[in-house]
């Protein structure tokens, strides 16, 4: 089949490469010249795991090529349109400026019988607001994309389901459908689930999908601060209540909360469109979610401050808390989460931000984040490995859960820094395994003191 997908960015590129991977003939078309002349020569220009040699098996089998012209996509009999849907600038709503340009520039290029199909995130009712745009040439449907970063490429090839958005009218509605069926053949063939339903809940589940993994994430905070404050373990309690099948395992790690280009905008446009539509339950709902996620951020600095005031003739700052100007801070992970260099809305970079703020010497590394630290916060000092940012330490910050930190041999850096502090932001690292080391652990709602301790 002859695709298009029209934005090249994280989700973009990836479906691209994936559909080529599944033998169809795409062309990715990108306005930003930059991004575009990257992939043309077979570089991706961020990070995420697998897609590069993805790219390069669909560039040089010639079934996968890039364009900045809308008008390369002509001939393409699906055109899937994957551009940002950011958070609108001062607001919550999302600005759907970029999909409707993409619409616009697309609708004169429509070959008869040609289907476009929304990817990008948007508030529910956009697909029947936009559809209009293409001037009757073809018809709007949205296929909502659940990949992770880090994950991408298994997540488009192996989703856990498919959903398809269709219009009213029945007969261009199966013809969406039919149409849709043979691009994911192969994900249908293997027994993937694929729900046809209307357009609005097609925008709806994507929104709700993300809604409820921000609440998980968030309710697990909360029970976080309880256990913090009664000497309880978050983490012990998220195994515990995630046996039960009704609750599950996943999204229960507790910790700095989440961010990125997804989960924080999203929760807040579904918020500003509840609000819209007069229904305000999700909303309040989202808002609380958002502020305690917002809220870990500070806590995180907060616990770092009142561990370092804790330590022999450390000075305090007029409000109680450790001062930490002059404190070196070797700060672990800035990507939004691991096996990821995107850096939008990310809680480690905000924290180690309010701690340079605060007058910290703030030495930080991220194993891919740095070149995209490097601009957005270049009064940042970034290094090339972890060891180097520990070295003659006050403290050690895991803000990001990289494998290479959850690997670190504790015994061996204690010898490169006198304090060892380590404040474990993500609940990642294994407190004894810390203690025995000599560190003084601390995490975000686990046990101030080893469990045998406690038991004893
Ligand atoms: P991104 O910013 O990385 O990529 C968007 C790309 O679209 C950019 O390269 C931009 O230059 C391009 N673009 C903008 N306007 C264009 C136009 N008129 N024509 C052609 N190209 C244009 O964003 P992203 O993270 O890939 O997200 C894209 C959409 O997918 C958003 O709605 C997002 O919510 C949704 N989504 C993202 C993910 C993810 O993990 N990143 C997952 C699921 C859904
Ligand atoms: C998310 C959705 O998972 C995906 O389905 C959607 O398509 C896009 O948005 P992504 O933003 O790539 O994906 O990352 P995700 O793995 O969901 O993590 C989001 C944030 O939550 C990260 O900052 C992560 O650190 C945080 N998180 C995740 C937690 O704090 N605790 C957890 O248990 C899981």
Redesign the pocket.
Known sequence: MRISV???????AVHAAAMASQGHDVIG????PV?LGALREGRVPFHEPGLEQLLSEGMSAGRLRFSTE?ADAATAQVHFV????PQRLGGDEADLG?VE??LR?LAPHLAPGALVVG????PVGTARRLAPLLAGRAELVWNP?????GH?IDDTLRPDRLVYGVGDEPESAERARVLLDEVYAPQLATGVPRIVADRETAELVKVSANAFLALKISFINAVADVCAATGADVNLLADAIGHDARIGRRFLGAGLGFGG??LPK?IRAFGARAAELGEDAIGSLLREADRINLGRRHRAVELLRTALSSQPGAATSVDGGGDLRGRRIAVLGLAFKPDSDDIRDSPALSVATELALLGAEVVAHDPHAVPKVRIARPELTCVDTADEAVVGADAVLVLTEWREYRELDPAALAATTPARLVLDARNCLDPAAWRAAGWDYRGLGRHEQPVGALVA
Not at 82 to 85: E, F, I, L, P, S
Not at 119 to 122: D, M, N, P, Y
Not at 145 to 149: H, T, Y
Request: charged share 25%; hydrophobic share 40%; glycine share 12%.
């Open positions: 029209i934005g090249c960015g994280y989700l973009g078309i990108d306005v930003d991004r809308i994957a551009v940002n849907t970029y340009a993409a520039s990817k990008s995130t948007v994309e659940f990949l992770r970063e991408a280009g997804c999203d």
